[in-house]
């Protein structure tokens, strides 16, 4: 299984450099590389910049909400206060992949290369 998973993420990392020179015309001119290599180093990074980023969050979702779970299952009588600060907190984690979300599209449609 672990084999498979590795391959399945090589061949998604190489078809994600590649497919910038794949589908890309001819260069006229030496810059006409510098921003193909830009664009597919960009798409690259930014996959992988979102991905940990909703990873991250993920977990820190998931464990906020498991300790908001228990607490209620301890104190029923302070359900009202948890939900309040588990609301709170799960907007504050999400507002962290909402900011990775926000550079990413920043990397992916900020042109560096002036025409």
Do not use: H, Q
Not at 52 to 81: D, H, Q, W
Not at 90 to 102: D, K, N, P
């Amino acid at each position: 299984m672990k084999k498979l998973l590795s391959l399945t993420l090589l061949l998604l990392i190489m078809l994600t450099v590649f497919a910038p020179f794949a589908f890309a015309e001819e260069a006229k001119a030496v810059a006409g590389d510098s921003k193909l290599v830009y664009y597919g180093t960009a798409v690259l990074a930014s996959g992988i910049a979102i991905g940990v980023a909703a990873f991250g969050t993920g977990i820190g979702m998931g464990l906020g909400l498991k300790g908001a779970t228990e607490g209620v299952a301890r104190n029923p009588g302070a359900s009202g206060k948890i939900t309040t600060t588990l609301i709170i907190g799960l907007a504050m984690i999400e507002s962290l992949a909402i900011y990775a979300l926000v550079v990413v599209l920043i990397v992916l449609f900020a042109n560096p290369f002036k025409l």
